[in-house]
């Protein structure tokens, strides 16, 4: 690590600290050759994977995308900015537990989906009719006979 004042490329570790949030890690250092101290943090640094669309280009991955889609299926419903914050974190670990550096566009389609069918049925119908571009009344009658069926199948007992 550069000292900040005379540039010197010899600095000590002279004291570290894990904040309470344990996301960074404070050191204070010294120079060996000017001997001011300067503090430092380390962070974690996550890489999402790129997101390859259906026509092959190649796409940084954004939240906020992310999050205006699923706030545009979930316009008008009675769904908390929490449980939404919830479902992009769910969704963002998925992508990094999968270790891949690209992910296909369609399974971040089919986690948004995911996390939609646990907080909101009509915003998952939403967003699926656009995401599988329904082309008729049928498909929309598909999917709300799979909500009736999974409704009326009795909860297993563990």
Same mark, same amino acid.
């Given at each position: 690590?550069?000292?900040?004042?005379c540039h010197n490329?010899?600095?000590?570790?002279?004291?570290?600290?894990?904040? !309470?949030?344990?996301?960074?890690?404070? =050191?204070?250092?010294?120079?060996?050759?000017?001997? $001011? &101290?300067?503090?430092?943090? @380390?962070?974690?640094?996550?890489?999402?994977?790129?997101?390859?669309k259906k026509n092959?280009?190649?796409? !940084?991955?954004?939240?906020?995308?992310? =999050?205006?889609?699923?706030?545009?299926?979930?316009? $008008? &419903?009675?769904?908390?900015? @929490?449980?939404?914050?919830?479902?992009?974190?769910?969704?963002?670990?998925?992508?990094?537990?999968?270790? !891949?550096?690209?992910?296909?566009?369609?399974?971040?389609?089919?986690?948004?989906?995911?996390?939609?069918?646990?907080?909101?049925?009509?915003?998952?119908?939403?967003?699926?009719?656009?995401?599988?571009?329904?082309?008729?009344?049928?498909?929309?009658?598909?999917?709300?006979?799979?909500?009736?069926?999974?409704?009326?199948?009795?909860?297993?007992?563990?």
């Amino acid at each position: 690590m550069k000292c900040p004042y005379c540039h010197n490329d010899d600095t000590q570790v002279i004291d570290t600290r894990v904040p !309470e949030d344990g996301n960074t890690i404070r =050191r204070r250092r010294r120079c060996a050759n000017c001997d $001011k &101290r300067f503090t430092t943090y @380390e962070r974690i640094e996550l890489i999402m994977p790129s997101i390859v669309k259906k026509n092959g280009s190649r796409t !940084e991955f954004e939240p906020a995308k992310l =999050r205006a889609s699923l706030t545009l299926a979930l316009r $008008k &419903r009675p769904v908390s900015a @929490e449980a939404v914050d919830t479902a992009i974190q769910h969704i963002e670990e998925k992508l990094l537990s999968t270790g !891949e550096r690209e992910i296909n566009s369609g399974y971040v389609g089919e986690l948004v989906m995911r996390e939609l069918k646990r907080l909101d049925k009509i915003a998952y119908i939403r967003f699926a009719s656009v995401y599988k571009s329904f082309e008729d009344l049928a498909e929309f009658q598909n999917v709300i006979e799979e909500f009736k069926t999974n409704e009326r199948k009795p909860l297993k007992k563990s």
